[in-house]
């Protein structure tokens, strides 16, 4: 069986073999998971958010997951009122997912996420910042800011957060 089984793989790239194993292993897609951010830009700083949910850690731009029976504008203002209890202007479109990106907490959704340059409205002044919300005894929200300058892939957490950071920075050097 080595024999057979050998060959057929030494013919796969490793990008062929990582593939092929990520199909055998992950469940198939089922349903879209859709995601709708804000990027707040004040004074060369972006406002970020580290988010603590049932003990996983990351660090991601504000907003969260799009409820049925909203539009993506709607969304995005609810997910802010709910984070930071302020409201938001919602400006220019940056970017929507245009690549198959998996969702990293449910593997059978395919995240599709979409950003939106926003104002929030009487948002505190930097020196008020890091401020916590505790959405629950398991979820907990911290928002900081970061200089667009300094800001890096590493920053993030998710794939399509750090594609985000080197738009924006690109964005910010032109």
Known sequence: MTTLVKPFFNSLTSDELIL??????????????????GIFIRD?????????????????????GLEFGEGLLEGLKREIREELDLDCEIGGHFYTTDFFQRSAFYKSEQLISVYYFINILNCPAFESFPISFPQSQTHQ???????????????????VDKMIVTKLKAKNQG
């Open 20 to 37: 092929k194993t990520m199909n055998e292993v992950l469940p198939e897609i089922s349903k879209f998971n859709i995601r709708v951010y």
């Open 44 to 64: 060369q700083k972006v406002l970020m958010v580290k988010e603590n949910m049932n003990g996983h850690e990351f660090t991601k731009f504000p907003g969260g």
């Open 141 to 159: 929200l911290e928002f900081f800011w970061i200089d667009i300058k300094t800001i890096g892939e590493s920053d993030v957490t998710f794939p």
